[in-house]
T-cell receptor, first 117, second 114 residues
Framework: GAVVSQHPSRVICKSGTSVKIECRSL??????MFWYRQFPKQSLMLMAT?????????EQGVEKDKFLINHASLTLSTLTVTSAHPEDSSFYIC?????????????FGAGTRLSVL | AQSVTQLDSQVPVFEEAPVELRCNYS??????LFWYVQYPNQGLQLLLK??????LVKGINGFEAEFNKSQTSFHLRKPSVHISDTAEYFC????????????FGKGTKLSVKP
């Protein structure tokens, strides 16, 4: 149980295009999902907290107009990197929190490797 | 500010040797503690967690960790490592009363050599 699917696993795009990444909780409901960014050989940095039916909460320094988050259902959150540039190239990981039970446990997707040319 | 410190960025060890990966966190009244493992180009997999109760917790793949409140530590151990344990290991803390946000350490790269 508690499986999180993230798609795509890898994407290569041209500078200036937009890229959408999906995060789905497959066998549970997740009112809250999280989006992280990981630079090479570094830890995960929380970008934003995604809440179903409401606006995402962004961490300080994260451009909300650049990284659009939509959490339209209890099992799906999307991150859209708008007008991507090479500096946006990174590994993006989502996680989902169980609605029931201990709320401090997060289950992670497999990540998306974004390469902007 | 709340923080998590993983003292070793890299730990090389020979196969079948014991290993300890260290983790310390800034003090708080109540914490939930986690160890995650990340294999190359993959997401994070939960190894084990401490929520309450026994301070010695056992996880998957033969790993265990001990919560030490007085030393604010949560070190990860395995008595005998395998080549397949080579990966990045992250310690994470969630503070009681929070919305569940995790604070991650910088990670420890475990390299198991034959």
């Amino acid at each position: 149980g508690a499986v999180v699917s993230q798609h795509p696993s890898r994407v290569i795009c041209k500078s200036g295009t937009s890229v959408k990444i999906e995060c789905r909780s497959l066998d549970f409901q997740a009112t809250t999902m999280f989006w992280y960014r990981q630079f090479p050989k570094q830890s995960l940095m929380l970008m934003a907290t995604s809440n179903e039916g409401s606006k995402a909460t962004y961490e300080q320094g994260v451009e909300k107009d650049k990284f659009l988050i939509n959490h339209a259902s209890l099992t799906l959150s999307t991150l859209t990197v708008t007008s991507a540039h090479p500096e946006d190239s990174s590994f993006y990981i989502c996680s989902a929190r169980l609605d029931r039970g201990i709320k401090n446990i997060q289950y992670f997707g497999a990540g998306t490797r974004l390469s902007v040319l | 500010a709340q923080s998590v410190t993983q003292l070793d960025s890299q730990v090389p060890v020979f196969e079948e040797a014991p290993v300890e990966l260290r983790c310390n966190y800034s003090s708080s009244v109540s914490v939930y503690l986690f160890w995650y493992v990340q294999y190359p180009n993959q997401g994070l997999q939960l190894l084990l967690k401490y929520l309450s109760g026994s301070t010695l917790v056992k996880g998957i793949n033969g790993f265990e960790a001990e919560f030490n409140k007085s030393q604010t530590s949560f070190h990860l151990r395995k008595p005998s490592v395998h080549i397949s344990d080579t990966a990045e290991y992250f310690c994470a803390v969630s503070y009681g009363g929070s919305q569940g946000n995790l604070i991650f350490g910088k990670g420890t790269k475990l390299s198991v050599k034959p």
